[in-house]
């Protein structure tokens, strides 16, 4: 789906609220960076998400994957290296 960039992010927080609402789901991003503000945003807006990118240590993104794969976080922000 194409979304203009100046309403991606808002866009994303519609769909992980209203269409995706109780699932769980994997957001892709090019970069570390990118991940890290995309977890923040959603953090903020009481979304709970977890992310996995090279800049965490291999036990933060086993501890990560772990959540997202038991159910206790339904949305992973990942990098290449998920």
Not at 8 to 32: M, P
Request: with cysteine.
């Amino acid at each position: 789906m194409l979304v203009p960039s100046q309403v991606r992010d808002a866009y994303l927080v519609h769909v992980l609220q209203e269409s995706l609402a109780g699932k769980t789901c994997i957001i892709f991003v090019g970069k570390c960076k990118t991940a890290e503000l995309v977890v923040r945003l959603l953090r903020e807006l009481k979304l709970r998400v977890v992310g996995l990118h090279s800049r965490l240590s291999q036990t933060e993104r086993m501890a990560a994957l772990a959540r997202f794969r038991s159910g206790l976080v339904p949305i992973l922000v990942a990098t290449d290296v998920g």
